[in-house]
């Protein structure tokens, strides 16, 4: 449903509408690790990973995820309000691991009266049979999100980012979970190097003729410590403007199926470690940059996604 303030269909908006309250996520760190930095995979890991940038503080695998989830719920009761909880195994890659481990993880998180469901965040190349069977005895349930990354639908960009994965393995990995009752997130990132807004924009059809219930996508951003700050330091990397990147954003959500929950529209990283791009903007500033570019243009998710686009905002 597409919020008429917002112009999109926002996630907080799909969980409220779906539970009747509110709902927040709150991260836990299972104390995995990634088969693209362990050597399984790959080694070093996407050039612009460091999982220390969107892991909050008191998220670390030596603390049980009970206490992780207490401490994460009490700030969100306080901070908004919130009644009810879906838990988010966020760092690396929360599939990786013996079923035994991810039954036990996934089983305490929704033990908790308040739990309405998780949400996991994965690899395409790292989902195996017994993790989808698992996922989907448990959605039959409680609210079961599959958060798979494939950042770039590009082969050649994603060899460029190392990320160790193919577009072929995503859809692979799309195909196995539909119809188990597992919800899929989709992670995108836009401006990579060497990246185009109409090449870029072809993933908007992409997801459009998937089972995508929501979608995240964030501008790439380079922190301290990882190669693509380095490649920005030698002038390898050129990030996009704040412009650019609201202008391609909106473009993405008009021809993006309306029904497509947005979980997120851009990308945050402490202050501390942030190295570019510095748009210097609160977060609620960077989500209103794309909402107010919406209305200023009379458009909204969705609207050319069958080719057409009115000024009339829908109720
Ligand atoms: S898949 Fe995720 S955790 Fe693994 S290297 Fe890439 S960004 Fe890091």
Not at 284 to 301: A, D, F, H, I
Request: hydrophobic share 35%; charged share 20%.
């Amino acid at each position: 449903m597409i919020h008429p303030d917002l112009r999109i269909n926002s996630y907080g908006s799909y969980l409220r509408g779906r539970f009747g309250c509110r709902v927040s996520k709150v991260n836990v760190d299972g104390g995995f690790t990634c088969p693209n930095r362990d050597g399984s995979r790959g080694t070093g890991g996407c050039i612009y990973c460091d999982n220390s940038s969107f892991s909050p503080r008191g998220t670390q695998p030596v603390i049980p995820i009970e206490a992780q989830m207490a401490e994460g719920m009490a700030y969100h009761r306080k901070r908004l309000g919130s009644e009810k909880f879906i838990v988010y195994f966020q760092k690396f890659t929360n599939t990786y691991a013996p079923a035994a481990k991810l039954a036990d993880l996934y089983r305490r998180a929704l033990a908790h009266p308040d739990v309405l469901g998780i949400s996991v965040g994965t690899r395409p190349d790292a989902l195996g049979d017994d993790a989808v069977a698992l996922l989907e005895e448990l959605a039959q349930k409680h609210y079961v999100c599959l958060e798979l990354g494939l950042q770039s639908m590009d082969d050649a960009i994603l060899a460029r980012i190392n990320r160790g994965h193919s577009l072929t393995e995503y859809l692979d990995a799309v195909e196995r979970i539909r119809g188990r009752g597992i919800e899929l997130c989709t992670h995108l990132i836009y401006g990579f190097p060497g990246e185009t807004p109409e090449g870029f924009l072809k993933t908007a059809d992409l997801m459009n003729r998937l089972p995508v219930n929501s979608l995240k996508l964030h501008q790439l951003h380079a922190v301290a410590g990882t190669r693509l700050a380095e490649l920005y330091r030698r002038g390898v990397f050129t990030p996009l403007s704040h412009a650019a990147y609201i202008a391609t954003a909106c473009d993405f959500l008009e021809r993006l199926r309306p029904d497509i929950a947005i979980q997120r529209l851009y990308g945050s990283a402490p202050l501390a470690i942030r190295v570019a791009p510095n748009w210097d903007l609160k977060n609620n500033q960077m989500w209103y940059s794309v909402v107010n570019e919406l209305k200023r243009r009379g458009t909204w998710q969705g609207c050319r996604a069958s080719g057409e686009c009115s000024v009339a905002v829908p109720d």
